[in-house]
């Protein structure tokens, strides 16, 4: 019985997550993500890590984000038949994140493709994946609700825990038996959760185990409370109605909108703002926020308290609006204000944002609200830099807008966070902890962490080593 890490972690770089879990002849896959940076580093990356599809009898995804899905449709394309397991809001959302990277991938090989032709080079770039793809992975799927043990191959059985990240995430508790009738199991957290985020229900507790497979994120670091999100929420759109101003929030497509949408229906129903005209201005994250609304099943008690015993649909109320078309998105800049503009991307690297912060960004009245994670080099952080001048589309702005930042939105777990949830479970017969999906600063201080904390053993992995189980 072994284990191994097909993953990759490094200093600023966000990884495709990929464990290969193998009980005697059969191999299972947790999770098939795409590792994201530069394109060429990427593309190479993603080409050469995907394992080999004839090896793997079984995968297991534990949620919809791209650093754990993206892949599937190429390991689907180079002859992957087998079943794909995860909980039904996670299938629905991973196919609008594959689907989505598939035609961006398409897209940038048409762009790529004519500025090679222009300069009369040869061009031979090709999309790792396409739409087809992505539909030959989205029908091996078998969903698995929460708390459903269920035999997933030769001696392996799998039951999915919530794991509190995002709409669907799951933790992977694989209960393995080899031919000698060994026992041994193996926990896989995917991505840890925080306890209290809105909409979702909090990391669930898992049985003892083995062994842990813990993610390490925020190995080093501590957010602030999740409680203060709502209140700074409520103060920076007070301040900037107060202005007359317009409030535009870069956010990514998933659980980041549809939490804004969450708190601002609350705020409103409270009476805490305004109810000034609020619009979610990306196709993807109105596709995400449409798969929301259908998996009530997802949803924490106070949602339910909130909304559900109520008969209201948590994502929509009257000042909600949704603009799919460009020409809606484009009618947005004449909005004098008060005005929320919710866009995508969520670092301002390309999409819709871009085209709102041109109108707004030298514009002293506006706000712009940072809520999440902005990497170094992109001009969503240049702007949480508060640096003088922006360059956007090849031309230079000034930025005069007021800069808001609110980082109590965080999905994964800081280090406290995630040894307050292990610290509530039997430990008793943990053998060890690998730690993976971190920065190496991140990793090694979390090792030393737990062993403060009393886990002996404790293995930060390496990229492509086999552990025996
Ligand atoms: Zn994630």
Partial sequence: MSIRF???????????SKHVLSIDGARCLIDCGAFQGRRDEAEAKNRALVPDPESISSVILTHAHFDHCGM????????????????????????????????????DAEYLGKQAARRGDKFEWKPLYDEEDVIKASSQFITVSYNRPLPIGDGIKVELFDAGHILGSAMAFTHARDRSGREVTIAFTGDLGRKGKPIIRDPAAIPAMDYLVLEATYGDRLHESTSDAMDRLADIVNQAVARGGRIVIPAFAIERTQELVFYFHLLVDQKRIPEIPIWVDSPMAINATSIFQIHPECYDEETHEAFIRHHENPFGFNSLHFSSSVQDSKRLNDYK??????SADGMCEAGRIQHHLIHMISDPSSTILIVGYMAANTLGRRIRDRESEVRIHGEVFKVKARIEEINAFSAHADYHEAWEWMS????????????????????????????????AEVQVVKYGETYEL
């Fill in 337 to 342: 204000g008060p005005v929320i503009i919710i």
């Fill in 72 to 107: 599937l449709p190429l390991l689907a394309k180079r002859g992957y038949r087998g079943n794909i397991y995860a909980t039904p809001a996670t299938r629905d959302l991973a196919g609008v994140v594959m689907m989505d990277s598939a035609s961006i991938q398409a897209r």
């Fill in 424 to 455: 509530g479970l039997d430990l008793s017969k943990l053998k060890k902890v690998f730690l993976v999906h971190g920065e190496s600063s991140g990793l090694s201080h979390m090792a030393e962490f737990l062993k403060e904390k009393g886990i």
């Fill in 6 to 16: 097909h993953s990759e972690g490094g200093a600023g770089e966000v990884t495709g």
